[in-house]
């Protein structure tokens, strides 16, 4: 199996309660590696356009509100089958859904604090890593 690159972000409600470390530790034991990582602070205008596939949903404005209410840990994290295995290492968009042991299960703390995020896709995997890290990112 190839190796694949995917975006996965520490959200704001994680980066308040300190978990920043224990987040990262806890990807890294489950086989993935930190190619990219940068602490950021979203504007707006890159919170709506990240998140553009769900403009015009109920919980869009709330959304671009979070993301932008406080420090981001922006990572690239590689490893084969990067994008399905995130997804499954991160679990249920609400925590409360989410299977034991998951990211989210762990650290979640409502269906929108749900402290961290993962490109759902390769299509998604490559727009948001690129997006955030630049073209170069996808490959190095
Ligand atoms: P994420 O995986 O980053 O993708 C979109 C985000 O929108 C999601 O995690 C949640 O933070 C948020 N979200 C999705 N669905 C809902 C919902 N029904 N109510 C509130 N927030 C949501």
Sequence with gaps: MALER??????PDAVRRNLIGRILASVEERGFRVAEARLARL?????????????????????????????????????????????EAVGATD?????????????????QMNSVHASDSQASAEREVKFFFGLAALSR
């Excluded at 990240?50 to 949903?57: I, L």
């Excluded at 925590?95 to 269906?111: C, D, I, N, V």
């Design 6 to 11: 995917t975006l996965f972000i520490v959200k």
């Design 95 to 111: 925590p409360a859904q989410s299977a034991p042991g998951t990211l989210r299960k762990l650290f979640g703390e409502s269906k």
């Design 43 to 87: 504007t707006r205008e890159e919170a709506q356009t990240f998140y553009a596939e769900h403009q015009g949903k109920p919980f869009f404005t709330d959304l671009v509100e979070y993301m932008t209410s406080g420090a981001v840990m922006l990572t690239c994290l590689e490893a084969e089958n990067a994008v399905a295995g995130l997804r």
